[in-house]
């Protein structure tokens, strides 16, 4: 195999396989990316951690000799990083190693032969539909807090999709929050199966979806795969096999009956609760709120630290009462919440309690209390 690339597409592409090769690996080939040159002139290059598979697709400047090879993801990643700008580099693969050059620069680098290298079987993926990739980001970006990071729970580890008559949901839960997006149905999503998508394939989902917000991306699934096509042609494919479990059904934990409105900014609440929680330890992560007419007074008490306490104007006309939240938890809520006003459905001291931005919007919070 013998081609030359531009070292700034080969920079990108590599910064978007690399991230799933894991550092530490029993199996020498899974530290290696499989680069395949074509006859067409282009370049395929292609990562794995047996569970998900990144193929992206890039133009050569020439392909002198078609092949494949199998060479260390983060070597050739951070040569790639560390060569002059504007430069190309030559691939040239043969005799068990692979030489790259770029001007002056030489590197010889050991190669594993590309028959050894593991492919993800996708099988029938008979549900097909495409999602506006900032719709994705932001579904990503309203929920993945949420996602536990329990093994023991592995059903959890991850973002849940599933369709109604008329919409897409995805939730995901911890045990302590929830966190759910809805969207209209796209077309082919209808008879879709509920799937878990897991933690690694959406953070690095994620990544791939900064660089392609303007464009759509083609979900291709079934009940154990999903495929994720982002830029057509030359563009990206993420495969990964899903969660085998069963979520549970979450949205009996979502309350109904809460009759406490109190509405407030979320930027100064966020700030408020993030001041006073700087004196709470592990132990102590809990802030209590105390709700009376139009204010929230945010306070913490820390036997090691001392106390804190801060009060927020609110709009809050219902009788007054104390309930305490992890602070962490509120935060990474309240930080997803864009516009001036954050409402906060509440029941009582023990009872779940409903967070969202108004009724119309399409990310919706369940926070458990905590004792305090």
């Known amino acids: 195999m013998k081609a030359t690339i531009e070292r700034s597409t080969l920079l990108r592409c590599l910064s978007h396989v690399q991230s799933v090769v894991e550092r530490r690996n029993t199996i020498p080939i899974l530290s290696n990316v499989l680069i395949e040159a074509s006859s067409t002139g282009s370049l395929r290059i292609m990562a794995t951690d047996l569970d998900l598979q990144v193929v992206e697709t890039l133009g050569a400047v020439s392909v002198e000799q078609q092949g494949a090879i199998t060479v260390s993801a983060h070597l050739l990643f951070d040569i790639a990083r560390k060569l002059p700008e504007g430069s190309q580099v030559s691939l040239d693969a043969a005799d068990n190693r692979m030489v790259v050059k770029a001007g002056r620069s030489r590197f ?34 309203r929920t993945r807090f949420a996602i536990s990071t329990e093994e023991t729970r592995y059903y959890l580890n991850g973002i849940f999709l599933h369709v109604t008559d008329e919409e897409l949901k995805a939730a995901a839960t911890d045990g302590h929050r929830l966190a759910r997006f809805t969207l209209a149905r796209p077309d ?17 989902l994620r990544k791939l ?10 979900v291709d699934l079934s009940a154990s795969k999903v495929r994720f096509t982002l830029g057509g042609e030359n563009g990206v494919v993420l495969t990964s ?22 509405k407030v900014d979320p930027k100064s609440f966020f700030q408020g609760v993030d001041r006073v929680a700087t004196i709470a330890t592990e132990k102590t992560r809990a802030v209590k709120m105390a709700l009376d007419q139009d204010r929230v007074t945010l306070s913490v008490t820390s036997p090691d630290n001392g106390t804190a306490a801060e009060e927020v104007p609110a709009d809050y006309r219902s009788e007054g009462f104390e309930i305490g939240f992890n602070a962490n938890y509120l935060k990474d809520i309240l930080g997803q919440i ?3 006003t954050v409402e906060l459905h509440l029941a009582d001291a023990a009872a779940p309690t409903l967070i969202r931005q108004d009724e119309k919007s399409p990310a919706l919070y369940v926070l458990m209390p905590m004792r305090v």
């Open 338 to 340: 864009d516009g001036d």
């Open 209 to 218: 979806l900064e660089e392609a917000l303007d464009t759509n991306v083609l």
């Open 108 to 141: 010889q680098l050991p190669t594993l032969p590309r028959d050894d290298f593991p492919m993800i079987a996708e099988g029938e993926l008979p549900t097909s539909f495409e999602i506006p990739a900032a719709t994705l980001a932001q579904l990503i970006d």
């Open 188 to 204: 082919g999503a209808q008879g879709m199966p509920d799937v878990i998508v897991p933690r690694k394939c959406v953070g690095e």
């Open 241 to 262: 096999k899903l969660i085998d479990g069963t979520f549970p059904d979450y949205t009996r934990v979502i309350p109904t009956g809460n009759d406490k409105l109190l």
